[in-house]
């Protein structure tokens, strides 16, 4: 077992290129597998956690695994502030607080740990591996994607149901149609900008991705569709030496088309839109461009009580937190409601306790300002989809988000150490 230390990281020999292929194919094997996951005896379980826990197997074997002093700290406090509160919990809120409950939300936090482990560790030995993550991530969205599409249009009602979220919203191999939405936009991300060889895939990945988003009804899967597509708009006429007058030309030529085909056909536009959205799946869309902060909050998912209910949890508890009671019980038993947050920082903050939480946080942006300093487009793009998914689902038990705050706090070989630079850009 190895430590890194605070400005660096321990000497490491290195492994065999056997050793290496099979950790390389391994890693890219749980990307692959991240968007099959089922809930089996009240625990949420991917396909990904078999090749998690082969991976940490063999580098535990191989004695391999790395850990950050800093980080060995933090989760230690994080655990105790978690322990602590637990005691406390049911002298501020009127709930039984049971053993079963404590082990089952352990058991998530340590899975979480375990994948931001396994990660630091592997980019230790080799950060090439982290290619093969996302190229695993980018073939494994799509391809499961496509295939519950195909499931969704020609397969029998039996089948239909396997890949659908009550009669029409696509959720694919997940839980949740919005879990299937956030990791297909992970998915479109890598593929943008690490695209595959030959137009006719590409073509394919990109009708797969945004019908697989639009199908998923995913108000906030469509907001981070558009918010990601217009941020690559941006860097292509950035990267361009854009002759200004042409654009001004381009500008107002588009302006008039449009304003031409409102005027001249605005029966078929409105009829198209019409049909547009009378499609069950895209009904939901039309609030996030008529009524955006109702269309995100409303709903069947109730948002705004669950975020009430996180903000009184967080005062009852004089910000400490639940600690490693179950959320929803918690929330149950003070609002009558078991939703969880539907907010991935309230519900870390409620979990955690406001201070933890606070400096997790910051040791993220931190972070993610670092990498957007050295230009690490792909895994600030990333990133910033998680942001976005964040305002409005739960991600804190997301393997994806666990692997990503991974290859944000790694140093690569050749990181900004001393004024260093890295080696490449993402």
């Known amino acids: 077992m190895k430590t890194i230390e605070a400005n660096g990281y321990s000497s490491i020999d290195e492994l065999t290129k056997s ?9 890219y094997l749980l990307g692959f ?20 826990v082969l991976l940490v197997g063999y580098l535990l074997l191989m004695k391999k695994v790395v850990f950050s002093k800093q980080l060995v700290l933090f989760f230690i406090g994080v655990i105790c502030w978690r322990l602590l509160s637990t005691i406390l919990l049911s002298s501020w809120v009127d709930t039984s607080v049971s053993l079963f409950s404590v082990i089952m939300t352990g058991q998530k936090f340590f899975v979480n740990l375990l994948y931001l482990i396994l990660t630091i560790s592997i980019l230790h030995i080799n ?6 993550f996302l190229s695993g991530a980018k073939v494994g969205t799509l391809f499961f ?26 959720k694919g191999f997940m839980n949740d149609p919005n879990y299937f939405a956030y ?3 992970c998915g479109y991300c890598i593929w943008y900008l690490r695209p595959f060889k030959g137009k006719w895939k590409n073509l394919i990945a990109f009708m797969g991705y945004t019908s ?14 558009l918010v990601i597509n217009l941020l690559f708009l941006i860097q292509k006429l950035f990267r361009k030496n854009i002759n200004v007058k042409h654009l001004v030309m381009t500008i107002m030529t588009a302006s008039v088309l449009i304003i031409g085909t409102h005027f001249l056909f605005a029966d078929y536009v409105s009829n198209l839109i019409a049909r547009f959205l009378s499609i069950p799946q895209f009904v939901r869309f039309e609030g996030v461009f008529t009524n955006f902060y109702g269309a995100i909050v409303a709903g069947g998912s109730g948002r705004t009580e669950a975020w009430k209910t996180a903000q009184l949890l967080l005062t009852r508890t004089h910000f400490m937190g639940i600690g490693f009671v179950d959320y929803s019980s918690v929330a149950l038993s003070v609002s009558g409601s078991p939703t969880i947050a539907h907010n991935t920082f309230l519900q870390i903050a409620v ?12 040791l993220v942006f931190g972070q993610f300002v670092r990498k957007l300093l050295l230009k690490k487009w792909l895994l600030c793009l990333l990133i910033l989809a998680n942001i976005i998914f964040s305002f409005s689902i739960s991600l804190q038990n997301s393997r994806l988000l666990w692997i990503l705050v991974g290859l944000l706090v790694v140093k690569e070989q050749g990181s900004l150490v001393n004024g260093k630079k890295e080696q490449s850009n993402d």
Request: net charge positive; proline share 3%.
């Open 33 to 52: 597998t991240l968007c099959i996951s089922r809930v089996f005896f009240g625990i949420n379980m991917s396909i990904s956690d078999v090749f998690m």
């Open 127 to 132: 950060p090439e591996f982290k290619k093969d």
């Open 212 to 225: 697989c988003i639009l199908l998923s009804a995913s108000k906030t899967g469509v907001v981070a569709f």
């Open 351 to 362: 979990e955690w306790g406001i201070v933890p939480a606070m400096m997790g946080m910051l």
């Open 145 to 170: 994607g496509c295939l519950s599409m195909f499931i969704f249009l020609v397969a029998p009602a039996s089948l239909k149901s396997f890949v659908l979220f009550g009669d029409l919203r696509l």
């Open 19 to 27: 050793n290496q292929k099979i950790l390389g194919r391994l890693f």
């Open 183 to 185: 990791l297909q936009t």
